[in-house]
């Protein structure tokens, strides 16, 4: 993907996609200057004097677009396998998924377990195209959780931490309230932006039902406390009400995929002001390809346990009116299908729910509000030019970015095929 830059940009003749309103604005014209948006002002007859303008020619101009649940570093959709390749290996086989991500329209991904700071970093220094990344470094998970990729026998020949921190592995294992204060004071000394934790059991781990809760709500807490004491916050993998309630509870701020939630519990985290992010793409692609790209059997057999409720879950969040950010959670060679989950949100919610899941929805999560997901003085520079109207139209965002004119990302000029 080329990069331009340009220390002044001005975009003209767009229609605005507004997000909070729902429609799009005409006649107004973005100013850019380095990476911040600066003016979005009444369309001007002449474009000022040193600035690079381009004319959008009616097409739709819309915030980057924000995943809050990815795996950049899971390359294989098995992830024992992953866990076992080369670092260099899993670094490599990142770029071109990250680049992709790019391509697609999304600016800025959270990263739920495996890429750390030096990852995030490489991005914003520009050495490898790719989105902004919030990275959790490594999961927390208890021994036997679901970040435990081991087999059953394992043990007997492993440490029980003997992999966990190679870069394939999306989590590390850790036991006991004061091992996981201390885990959480490594993950964020290491430039974790925020904590992933696994709560209940899950798909692609071998050895533990969907059913079970994990951690303790003594471990629950002390995780809790210690993000907060660092100014950042706790996400849970958990798809069960108990365990969705414990997380609540406990003080976690999302929850991550949440398939069996019911409405009761739906409505403990409307209360307690949580969020959701649901990640339903990954499990149809499961159920899809799954087998075929690897995926364990033990773990093939466990998809339609939270597929079928994935959809329904999507109507509870909304009735309960809890906000619903954007996750793909793809592995291995699904990532391709990263914006259908626009198309599963719209059909279930709309196209502009599924749009601010992926922007202002998003951004809140990330707790860059003004910054990200939106068209604002002061925001970055994070814009897609759109060959459609997704409000009316979510396909003109499905696939791999073929309907985006142009991306930009904090300011930069990452694709234009613009005249």
């Known amino acids: 993907m080329n990069t331009q830059t340009s ?46 303008a381009y004319d959008l020619n009616g097409k739709t101009l819309m915030p980057g677009m924000i995943d809050c649940h990815v795996h950049v570093l899971a390359s294989n959709a098995n992830l024992g396998l992953n866990a076992l390749q080369p670092n260099a290996i899993i670094m490599y086989r990142a770029l071109p998924i990250l680049e992709a991500m790019l391509g697609r329209g999304f600016t800025t991904v959270r990263d739920a377990g495996g890429a750390d700071w030096a990852l995030a970093r490489s991005i914003e220094l520009g050495l490898v195209p790719g989105p902004r990344i919030f990275a959790s470094g490594k999961a927390l998970s208890q021994t036997g959780g679901h970040g435990d990729m081991r087999a059953r026998g394992w043990l007997l020949l492993n440490e029980p931490c003997s992999c966990c921190f190679r870069a394939g592995a999306i989590a590390r294992i850790v036991d006991g309230v004061d091992n996981v204060r201390l885990a959480v004071r490594e993950e964020l000394q290491q430039g974790a932006s925020q904590i992933k934790i696994m709560a209940s059991g899950g798909v692609a781990s071998p050895t533990d039902p969907i059913a079970n809760t994990q951690y303790s709500e003594a471990e629950i807490r002390a995780i809790v406390d210690e993000a907060e004491a660092a100014n950042t916050y706790v996400m849970a993998h958990a798809y069960t009400p108990r365990a969705i309630r414990r997380a609540i509870e406990c003080g976690v701020r999302t929850i991550e995929h949440g398939n069996l939630v019911d409405a009761d519990t739906a409505r403990l985290m409307a209360e307690r002001n949580a969020f959701a992010v649901p990640t339903q793409v990954t499990y149809e692609m499961l159920a899809e390809h799954g087998a075929r790209f690897g995926l364990a059997q033990e773990s093939v057999a466990k998809i339609e346990e939270v597929r079928l409720a994935g959809r329904n879950a999507l109507r509870l969040f909304a009735e309960a009116d809890v906000p619903m950010g954007y996750g793909s959670d793809l592995l291995g060679e699904m990532h391709e299908y990263q914006t259908h989950e626009l198309k599963i949100r719209a059909e279930i919610l709309g196209n502009l729910a599924a749009l601010r899941s992926a922007t202002t929805v998003a951004a809140q999560i990330l707790q860059r509000e003004g910054e990200l997901g939106c068209i604002a003085p002061g925001a970055l520079a994070d814009l897609l030019v759109v060959n459609g109207n997704p409000l009316t139209d979510i396909d003109c965002l499905i696939g791999q970015g073929e309907n985006l004119a142009m991306i930009i990302q904090d300011g930069s000029i990452k694709k234009n095929t613009l005249t």
Request: hydrophobic share 40%; proline share 4%; glycine share 10%.
């Open 7 to 52: 220390n002044r940009l001005i975009l003209r003749n767009g229609q605005l996609l507004d997000l909070q309103q729902g429609r799009l604005i005409a006649g107004q014209e973005v100013l850019i200057e380095g990476d911040r948006i600066i003016a979005v002002r009444p369309q001007s007859r002449v474009p000022e004097a040193g600035v690079q």
